[in-house]
């Protein structure tokens, strides 16, 4: 049973306190994504990762961080850095390989809450 | 930031109705792909279509693309109750495997 999963499916965070979100794929994908959403929004990028040992920063990295030690895992560490982190997290994957525009496919996302 | 604009950003019909949503977006792309999201869930893709294709079927679902208006239109015939969800176009304006681009999707709502 291929694809792409998240946990927690809801996070609640203390003020100062860092969380982690798991997201793993066994799909064999080189490339992985995180990406934020908010009410109403879209999604915005916040980091991804062609290959292992191997990210960059999206469009709102601040006040996150992530690792890519093996190809199947991408957690997402939301730091007491990151002020807003009530948001709707979904992690994604593709082929990856360079390729332009691929189909992306997303886990089921994780909620995360401030207490 | 959010290039990919779609419109309306809600949409209420009838079932049995068709919906239409459209997309537009500012630079070149090599393909654009629509993604339908339900409540509180991840998205799953519709379909792509290839920035050298004007038009693509799948099923129920009719897509176009006009890459000299840097727009697009998800077609929805014969809507059922269970197409109720938000649906979001993609683009690959960032280049390479950077991610793709969202935006901030059609909210659409079927009336049994």
């Known amino acids: 049973d291929g694809g792409i999963t998240q946990s927690p499916k809801y996070l609640f965070r203390k003020e100062g306190q860092n969380v982690t979100l798991s997201c793993e794929q066994n799909l064999n994908h080189d490339a992985m994504y995180w990406y934020r959403q908010d009410p109403g929004q879209g999604l915005r990028l916040i980091y991804y990762s062609q290959i292992v040992n191997d990210f960059q920063k999206g469009d709102i990295a601040e006040g996150y961080s992530v690792s890519r030690e093996k190809k199947e895992s991408f957690p997402l560490t939301v730091t007491s850095a990151q002020k807003n982190p009530t948001a709707f997290y979904l992690c994604?994957?593709?082929?990856?390989?360079?390729?332009?525009?691929?189909?992306?496919?997303f886990g089921p996302g994780t909620r995360l809450l401030v207490l | 930031s959010q290039q990919g604009e779609e419109d309306p950003q809600a949409l209420s019909i009838q079932e049995g109705e068709n919906a239409t949503m459209n997309c537009s977006y500012k630079t070149s792309i090599n393909n654009l792909q629509w993604y339908r999201q339900n409540s509180g869930r991840g998205l799953v893709h519709l379909i792509l279509i290839r920035s050298n294709e004007r038009e693509k079927h799948s099923g129920r679902l009719r897509v176009t693309l006009d890459t000299s208006k840097k727009s697009s239109s998800l077609l929805i015939t014969a809507s059922r109750a269970a197409d109720t969800a938000s649906y979001f176009c993609?683009?690959?304006?960032?280049?390479?495997?950077?991610?793709?681009?969202f935006g901030k999707g059609t909210h659409l709502i079927i009336q049994p």
């Open positions: 993609a683009t690959d304006e960032r280049g390479g495997a950077d991610g793709l681009t």
């Open positions: 994604a994957s593709s082929i990856g390989q360079g390729r332009r525009g691929e189909t992306q496919y």
